[in-house]
């Protein structure tokens, strides 16, 4: 197990003309100049249009045939290819049906408007609807999103900077904000691409899936590349956890999320839990605890509610006289810390609102009592008995951070972020559809609502809990609110390939570090710590998502709840304890 922070991680950049991933050659600063910033925005354009490319709807046939640029489920047919618009060849087409590809955002007069590296068009959402439904997925500024639409020009002639246009400034034309607007009638994320697609893993693919290779030789974590080590590193995965070897017990990992350790009940909860997995033998314990916060209720070191650097400390010192109860625990176990919005130092300007991300770990002046603890519970175990056995570890990293099991093998992403309010306050809300009202689609038959027919076909099912149950997007009425909310969560950032979907005045940005922000390829198991969502485990895709919630739970009585993930089987559980 190797624990990889966003600040250790390889900065990669995808260049379109050679069709492969480069390292940054240039230093990373937290103060780039702003070029940095447009590279940001590029980077992940391109990556997303290079993926959906590969997409096997937007190939062209082996048959020349003609190529569509809207999506009409009337001729949906099995050899159905789809051809992305740049937003500058709209002009001189209006009246015409396009398919696009761009970055949602707000235009200064508050309307919205679609860009692309080629320009920008204003949109017209009145008639748009999501191809996988209201409840499918989130749409929100800051996002790269199809739309499947109508380009039409101003018929008064007003330019690109004029009022009618819902923009400011006279930036018309080619690489600017062109005239007209372009009335939209469906909206859909790109669709995600497999783990194992995109490193060209053979054997799990089908032939169509391997025309195209993968990203195979690219080292993504600094581990080593799939085609390198991948096999090799299977195979000591299957030693490791044969059904007869030492250590075939240890294969959970468990995930703890929201620690306040101001609030006394989350102490009375963390002995609770702990003291379930250290009463298992040394051949039964977890491999490692994640621990992510916020580990203090309100914003440290912002005055206020939120205390000072002492208060702060003494909750780790309180926390380190909890681990010190099960010293055999630290001795066979790694713990793994990740800090929350209410943590230092990103919290003494913050005051709790969101911090540029990625952020660093907590400060060591605050952990040195927990080090101690592991310290001494290493050394006075009694080793001898087991010289080949590991000594436990203590982690503290940045938030997001990913664990490598087996080299590119396995891979797990851990981010603590309240994704799910920041979706709700910024997302774009779409009008109900009447049954009764005639579809406006209808107008323009090569423009209506096909996306989920093509681009998504096939991935639609969601195996929830680990179940092998597909739950298709048609039988939402039937799910409980919960689990809807979930889904939704979870195929939006997925489908952006991106943690952190927003604005930058949303959600602050390291420019140089964003590619650890990235969810390409993804990774096999996803970790969104979200205080805000229920807790769930779920599968998209290939990549099991799943969400701890709070670790002390308000509800009819307390209980506290944590995420127990088995390794081999790369699934997760949800566990509840009364307290």
């Excluded at 030492?246 to 702990?274: C, F, M, T, W, Y």
Aim: aromatic letters at 8%.
């Amino acid at each position: 197990m190797k624990v990889i922070g966003a600040f250790e991680q390889p900065r990669l950049v995808y260049n379109v003309g050679k069709k492969h991933f480069e390292h940054i050659q240039t230093p990373p600063s937290l103060f780039p100049p702003p070029s940095h910033k447009t590279a940001f925005f590029r980077n992940r354009y391109n990556l997303i249009h290079a993926r959906l490319l590969r997409n096997e709807s937007f190939q062209p046939p082996t048959l020349q045939t003609q190529p569509r640029h809207s999506l009409s489920r009337s001729d949906s047919s099995l050899s159905q290819n789809y051809s992305i618009t740049p937003i500058s060849n709209l002009l001189g087409r209006s009246g015409s049906s396009h398919l696009l590809l761009g970055l949602l955002t707000r235009s200064p007069t508050g309307g919205l408007l679609l860009t692309d590296l080629t320009g920008g068009i204003s949109l017209s959402f009145q008639h748009a609807q999501p191809t996988v439904g209201i409840d499918g997925a989130w749409f929100c500024p800051g996002m790269i999103v199809l739309v499947d639409g109508v380009y039409e020009e101003d018929p008064q002639g007003y330019g690109a900077g004029s009022s009618a246009s819902g923009t400011l400034g006279d930036i018309g034309g080619v690489g600017g904000t062109i005239g007209g607007r372009f009335v939209a009638f469906s909206i859909a994320h790109p669709p995600a691409e497999r783990r194992n697609s995109s490193l060209g893993v053979a054997d799990t693919m089908d032939a169509a899936q391997g025309a195209h290779g993968g990203f195979g030789w690219t080292d993504f974590l600094g581990v080593g590349s799939e085609r390198a080590m991948g096999s090799r590193m299977r195979k000591m995965q299957q030693l490791v956890y044969e059904t007869q070897a030492p250590h075939a017990g240890n294969n959970k990992i468990v995930v703890l999320g929201e620690i306040e350790l101001d609030v006394s009940r989350s102490l009375q909860a963390l002995r609770k839990i702990l003291g379930i997995y250290a009463e298992l033998d040394a051949t039964q314990m977890p491999v490692s605890i994640v621990m992510l916060g916020n580990f203090v209720r309100h914003a440290a070191l912002a005055g206020g509610a939120g205390g000072g650097s002492i208060e702060y400390k003494e909750c780790f010192d309180a926390l380190a006289g909890v681990l010190g109860e099960y010293p055999q625990l630290l001795r066979h176990t790694s713990f793994v810390f990740v800090p929350g919005d209410n943590d230092p130092w990103a919290s003494a300007f913050s005051a709790g609102a969101a911090t540029p991300i990625p952020r660093q770990a907590v400060p060591d002046i605050f952990t040195s009592r927990v080090r101690r603890t592991f310290t001494e519970a290493n050394r006075e175990g009694d080793r001898g008995k087991d010289t080949k056995n590991i000594e436990g570890q203590v982690f503290w990293t940045s938030n997001p951070v990913r664990i490598s099991l087996f080299g590119p093998t396995e891979e797990i992403v851990f981010f603590r972020d309240d994704t799910s309010g920041r979706l709700r306050r910024t997302c774009i809300n779409f009008e109900t559809k009447d049954e009764e009202t005639e579809d406006p689609t209808q107008a323009h038959p090569g423009a209506n609502d096909e996306l989920s027919a093509g681009v998504l076909q096939g991935e639609e099912a969601m195996e929830i809990e680990g179940s092998h149950e597909n739950i298709k997007s048609t039988f939402q009425d039937s799910l409980s609110p919960s689990v809807v909310a979930a889904r939704k969560l979870v195929r939006t950032i997925l489908d952006q390939s991106h943690l952190s979907p927003f604005p930058l005045s949303t959600r602050p940005v390291l420019w140089d570090y964003s590619s650890s922000l990235q969810l390409y390829p993804l990774p096999s198991t996803l970790v969104l710590a979200d205080s805000e969502a229920p807790p769930f485990a779920l599968t998209y895709e290939g990549c099991h998502v799943m969400n701890p919630g709070k670790m002390v739970r308000d509800g009819r009585g307390k209980t506290a709840g944590w995420i127990e993930y088995d390794i081999t089987e790369r699934r997760g559980e949800i566990k509840e304890v009364a307290l």
